[in-house]
């Protein structure tokens, strides 16, 4: 049977549908995000598998692919997979079948989830593949996924289904309600191709040994080598802040072209985001990169184009934009020999010195309920001042704070690292580094990025900063 179901119009075969199954999900955002990637990052796949397909048209889709298989627990499926013409159809538990040769792609949406042990099935897909494409339910509560034995599932719980690195995951809609989302892993290269030479596959349900923990200059020259990882990482930190929480919002101060204002907003229970963008370029980038979301009218969008700074009553501050380095524009400080952080650097030009709109994080927030569990700071060297204007919010909404940590910075805007420990101590926060390291004067300036955390939350933050950073380290 035919019908013109892939993005451009193909005609395949398909399975005899089940009570509109197919029909229902087959245009929603999981299957055409992994259609998608199937055909960018697996073109030159020769076979691939469902796992757990039912009579989902996925795999028919991908007509390039000379051998596919379709495979479910159903025996009684094999009738509806009859008509299918270049797909064969097996039943069976995936953990017991064999077949004689590995896939170049796996595929395996809603199925993990719905397993004992998902970890033990994401481990043994990855023994019959070279890559993967697997898919949950994401942060949606378990009495609306009937059957499923894991729910809710945050990105943490997620991850660590699988006994090797993820390359990408991606959130998207769920395929039968538009308003509960679904997040979708990427192996390109998977277990066991990607295991060092030599090193033994682990069993499939085997906890991972801890990576060794790395030093502050080892950890240093990775991301110098590696800048995404940085970003990655932070990424990590404020998603498993927020699991478990609901109405939440987050900050993200500097917000750029959107990176992490995208992945803020798809966070589960998420209520809020306030992307901050003060230079009047980028803030022009930032809305065309989120322009889909404001097309659809996405919920929760804040874009402020102001620069957070430290005082009230200042309305205006002066700013360079620069046209080398966007990413590199700022306020203006006071001190003519540190203007900007770059200004001694020959290789950063700006534009004529202007004014923007100013406020501080206590005036944007004052109408914030809360919970507000992270807020993300990279302002150039204002960090310092946009902290001094954060102290009510600092003391009623408790957020973990990931600021920019420029040695230049407090030359900038005449501070001292004993002004800036003070400043926190009073608010009972704590300084730490990346490795989870609360940070002292002598070793303040040992990474560029740091954090600011309540006490009460000091000892899960360094416990989650050793982890993430050990293991990110390890896997490259």
Partial sequence: MGDPVTDDGRKVDLPVDIKGYWAARR???????????????????????DVGCNVAGLICELDWIGRRVASDVQEQLTANWAPVRNVSYVAGDPRKLTFDAPFDLVISTQTAEYVDDPAGFVARLTEMGRGLIVAASYGVPADLLPGSKH??????????????????????????????????????RSHPARRRAGAAAPAASAARAPAAAPTMEAFRKHVLAHLSDLEILLGEIYTALAEGQTGFAMVDGGAN????????????????????????HLAESLRTSLADRLAAGQPGLVLVARALQDDPRRTEIPWRSSDSHIGRSSIVSDNPERATLWQADASVSYRAETTVPATTIDAMLAGEPGPLP??????????????TGATATLHRLRPVVAFENSSRAPEMHGLSVADIAARLAALNYVPMDFLGQPMTEATWFGMFEAFAVPKERADWLSARLRQVTARRMAER
């Fill in 151 to 188: 729910a809710p599932i945050g990105f943490q719980t997620f991850r660590d289904w699988f006994p090797c690195p993820l390359d990408s995951w991606h959130v998207v809609h769920h395929p039968t309600n538009r308003a509960l989302p679904h997040i979708v892993g990427v192996v390109k």
């Fill in 257 to 280: 072209r959107g990176y992490h204002t995208r992945r803020m907003l798809d966070l589960p229970g998420c209520r809020k985001v306030y992307a901050v963008e003060a230079d009047p």
């Fill in 374 to 387: 992270f807020v993300k700071l990279d302002l150039e060297g204002a960090d310092l001042l946009a902290l």
């Fill in 27 to 49: 245009n929603h955002d999981l299957y055409r995000v992994a259609s998608g990637l199937a055909r960018s990052l697996f073109a030159d796949a020769r076979s691939a598998i």
